[in-house]
T-cell receptor
Framework: AQTVTQSQPEMSVQEAETVTLSCTYDTSESDYYLFWYKQPPSRQMILVIRQEAYKQQNATENRFSVNFQKAAKSFSLKISDSQLGDAAMYFCAYRTNYGGSQGNLIFGKGTKLSVKP | KAGVTQTPRYLIKTRGQQVTLSCSPISGHRSVSWYQQTPGQGLQFLFEYFSETQRNKGNFPGRFSGRQFSNSRSEMNVSTLELGDSALYLC????????????FGSGTQLSVL
């Protein structure tokens, strides 16, 4: 069974600085997707970034980028120029691309990010 | 375009009762999945529906059930509520559900007393 581990329960960053959130996963599959979701106090899960395992190029979305190391099964999120609105819980998630389980996201326990003004 | 809508936002029930939660997906989305979020267990997959058929199911007891209607709206039902069912229940939708981005609602916070 696949697992997702986020080893940092809490992180803090100064406004305008850069922070990296860590995520590792375990799988025997070669075709899958990885995601970072943000959950602010409003509770709605918001997709931050998505990475397809067969793409070697790291995904980027404005100030958000990932470092995807497939062999090491590592998927970290880098937030540049941190803003107060980035403060939230961040969840790393895995999703297989094989039949029967496409709808199933496996989440890590989350990292609570605080942004200091 | 309206997002994923979940109703109600908050719900308080007592042990032994049953409850029904509703989820309206984004227009055009045919896949709806449900997740339970608790402080202890984190986010756990309940089930996924696509075109009115349950396509995938997580490891939850039979007290948890769901269905999807022809307009893609989905409901989940929990019978014989237990204290441990207190959680935030999140619904997510996507067009086909195959590796696509999931769009989440704001959830229903269920408290069982």
């Amino acid at each position: 069974a696949q697992t997702v581990t986020q080893s940092q329960p809490e992180m803090s960053v100064q406004e305008a600085e850069t922070v990296t959130l860590s995520c590792t996963y375990d799988t025997s599959e070669s075709d899958y997707y990885l995601f970072w979701y943000k959950q602010p106090p409003s509770r709605q899960m918001i997709l931050v970034i998505r990475q397809e395992a067969y793409k070697q190029q790291n995904a980027t979305e404005n100030r958000f980028s990932v470092n995807f190391q497939k062999a090491a099964k590592s998927f970290s999120l880098k937030i540049s120029d941190s803003q107060l609105g980035d403060a939230a819980m961040y969840f790393c998630a895995y999703r297989t691309n094989y039949g029967g389980s496409q709808g199933n996201l496996i989440f890590g326990k989350g990292t609570k990010l605080s942004v200091k003004p | 375009k309206a997002g994923v809508t979940q109703t109600p936002r908050y719900l308080i029930k007592t042990r032994g009762q049953q409850v029904t939660l509703s989820c309206s997906p984004i227009s055009g989305h045919r896949s709806v999945s449900w997740y339970q979020q608790t402080p202890g267990q984190g986010l756990q997959f309940l089930f996924e529906y696509f075109s009115e058929t349950q396509r995938n199911k997580g490891n939850f007891p039979g007290r948890f059930s769901g269905r999807q209607f022809s307009n893609s709206r989905s409901e989940m039902n929990v019978s014989t509520l237990e204290l441990g069912d207190s959680a935030l229940y999140l619904c997510a939708s996507s067009r086909q559900g195959f590796g696509e981005k999931l769009f989440f609602g704001s959830g229903t916070q269920l408290s069982v007393l």
